[in-house]
């Protein structure tokens, strides 16, 4: 059974750098052919893809967040982490981690509410 489970502060003030992690078990990052990926969920939006790194550690990144986002992974704690710069309340949000495999998004996890404010 494939569980992600995404960590990180709930809280971050306006201008700081926002630090997420997702933990997963059931399935190796590293295995062919998966892409691990961040996707988060603004207030009365839909649902807007923020990057991916795939099992080689190719990454990708929405052009939209690109000049603020870091996406790495930690093969030894099965681990993948985002990192968003100079947030502003605009990325207040719900993200969440989840399994990309052939265009689709298979596993996910309960996602994690992230606000910004001073």
């Known amino acids: 059974q494939v569980q992600l489970q995404e960590s990180g502060p709930g809280l971050v003030k306006p201008s700081q750098t926002l630090s997420l992690t997702c933990t997963v078990s059931?399935?190796?990052?590293?295995?062919?052919?998966?892409?691990w990926t961040w996707i988060r969920q603004s207030p009365g939006k839909g649902l807007e893809w923020i990057a991916d790194?795939?099992?080689?550690?190719?990454?990708f990144y929405s052009p939209s967040l690109a000049g603020r986002t870091s996406i790495s992974m930690d093969t030894s704690k099965n681990q993948y982490s985002l990192q968003l710069s100079s947030v502003t309340p605009e990325d207040t949000a719900v993200y969440y981690c989840?399994?990309?495999?052939?265009?689709?998004?298979?596993?996910w996890g309960q996602g994690t509410q992230v606000t910004v404010s001073s």
């Open positions: 989840a399994r990309g495999v052939s265009w689709l998004y298979d596993y």
């Open positions: 059931g399935n190796s990052i590293t295995t062919n052919g998966f892409a």
């Open positions: 790194i795939h099992y080689n550690g190719y990454t």
